[in-house]
């Protein structure tokens, strides 16, 4: 199918987009349009105006500053994957890229776009949540930046406001966290019917701080907290693993989803699944846990 007719505005500053952005209040951005423009196509989206963001060189690129990594919003997944600097210092994350989509996608994808589009079965969200990352967003009043444990509201839906544009993400630096994702991908589309992020620092193989986020559980990303609980201050051993994946809930506020792929019992069994995939092999390799072929 093809889209609805709609005017196209090219923005090359940030400022400019804010601009076009006021003055079309309605209009959609369009960064590597993985998210968009499928969307489009079908029906379910018909905007009047498209405000491309895609030639704002400022947002693209990686950089490493003191104790932080900061991704501008532009920046591919593939750009990722390849950072020596991400893998690095936010493995989590470097991970994380390459389970999405394929090569095409990757060298199209953006990380902003991801992130902000907060699609519950996208791959990002939960290891955002994991690696601790901040986002920044960029409005008529200036930037500000929003914590990750605030970020995610529902599906399709951040806290960035209406007129603001999501132009970074800024990983803490944690070059001595062991992390691994895990995940159950959709045999239709490939997306994570269920993905388990974790990331968390050991002494000794006693674990200090540890961070599970989970995607395509609910209806937005969401941090695993019984399971950090049941990790932290315990040996990052067999039994460990097992009784924190045994904790894999959600909080009771919120209900799994439930689709023509999976009912909302069989999600939570899968949580509890991967999240014990992503654990050993944290464990694994932490060199805590020997798990025989």
Do not use: C
């Amino acid at each position: 199918m093809y889209p609805d007719e709609f005017e196209y505005h090219r923005a090359s500053t940030v400022e400019e987009a804010l601009d076009l952005l006021d003055e079309y209040p309605a209009a959609e951005i369009l960064a590597g349009g993985h998210s968009l423009l499928p969307t489009m196509k079908s029906g379910l989206a018909s905007p009047d105006h498209l405000v491309d963001i895609g030639h704002i060189d400022s947002m693209r690129g990686i950089d490493a500053d003191g104790d932080t990594v900061s991704v501008g919003a532009l920046t591919t997944y593939a750009d990722v994957a390849d950072s020596d600097v991400v893998r690095e210092h936010a493995s989590i994350v470097a991970e994380t890229v390459h389970e999405i989509g394929d090569v095409q996608v990757r060298n199209r994808g953006t990380v902003g776009g991801n992130v902000a589009h907060a699609d519950p079965a996208s791959d990002l969200p939960g290891a955002m949540l994991a690696a601790d990352a901040t986002m920044v967003a960029h409005g008529p009043d200036g930037s500000r930046t929003i914590p990750v444990d605030d970020f995610f509201l529902g599906m399709y839906e951040t806290a960035l406001a209406e007129d603001e544009l999501l132009t970074g993400v800024e990983l803490p630096s944690q070059p001595d966290v062991v992390s691994a994702y895990a995940k159950k991908p959709s045999p239709s589309s490939g997306y994570a019917m269920v993905g388990v992020a974790v990331a968390l620092s050991h002494d000794g193989g006693v674990v200090g701080d540890a961070r599970v986020g989970a995607n395509g559980v609910i209806d937005h990303g969401v941090r695993l907290e019984p399971v950090e609980e049941a990790l932290e201050g315990e040996e990052l051993d067999a039994d460990t693993v097992e009784n924190a994946a045994q904790r894999a809930s959600v909080d009771d506020e919120w209900l799994p989803m439930e689709d023509l792929q999976a009912s909302a019992e069989f999600r939570e069994q899968l949580l509890r699944v991967y999240t014990e995939r992503a654990l050993t092999e944290v464990a694994e390799r932490a060199g805590t846990v020997v798990v025989s072929a």
